[in-house]
């Protein structure tokens, strides 16, 4: 059987629809597909307040992406985090989810970051084995906040 060749680009307004239907596999994997609120639309609108790289297989289907940004923290500076790298089930373990994080690795090196920062279930017994390998610290001492704003301002 031939080894399928994959090809990581950086994303494009036009790669929403995919990326979205990718979103949704995230969500479903860690079982939450009722917070996804995002649309194809939303995401072009917004494609500036972010970075996007794609994976796509030999037949142009997106089926990997990472979504990511630069942040400054307080106590840390110039940083970047990474919100999602997803890879389709049928794609795992063949170096897609690492080719994505070194590319966003490298970056923070050569923008001069700080830091680089992600979250990762503590459930994800394989995204935690995976991270191991590149050192990182686990943070157990945070809890996370999350405030959703009302579609508009209380009278």
């Not at 994976?55 to 970047?80: C, D, Q, R």
């Not at 943070?139 to 579609?151: R, T, V």
């Amino acid at each position: 059987m031939k080894q399928e060749k994959f090809k990581m680009r950086k994303g494009k307004p036009e790669d929403t629809e995919q990326v979205i239907e990718l979103i949704k596999d995230l969500a479903e994997f860690e079982k939450a597909t009722r917070e996804v609120v995002n649309t194809p639309e939303k995401m072009r609108r917004e494609f500036d307040l972010f970075r996007l790289l794609v994976v796509e297989n030999e037949k142009k289907h997106i089926i990997a992406f990472a979504l990511y940004y630069p942040v400054y923290y307080t106590w840390k500076g110039k940083s970047m985090y990474i919100d999602d790298i997803y890879v389709k089930e049928a794609y795992r373990n063949q170096g897609i989810g690492t080719m994505l994080l070194e590319k966003i690795m490298t970056e923070a090196i050569l923008e001069g970051m700080n830091r680089l920062r992600w979250q990762v279930l503590e459930w994800n017994t394989p995204a935690i084995e995976f991270y191991r390998k590149y050192g990182v610290h686990f943070d157990n001492k945070w809890i996370n906040c999350d405030w959703y704003p009302p579609q508009k301002i209380p009278q």
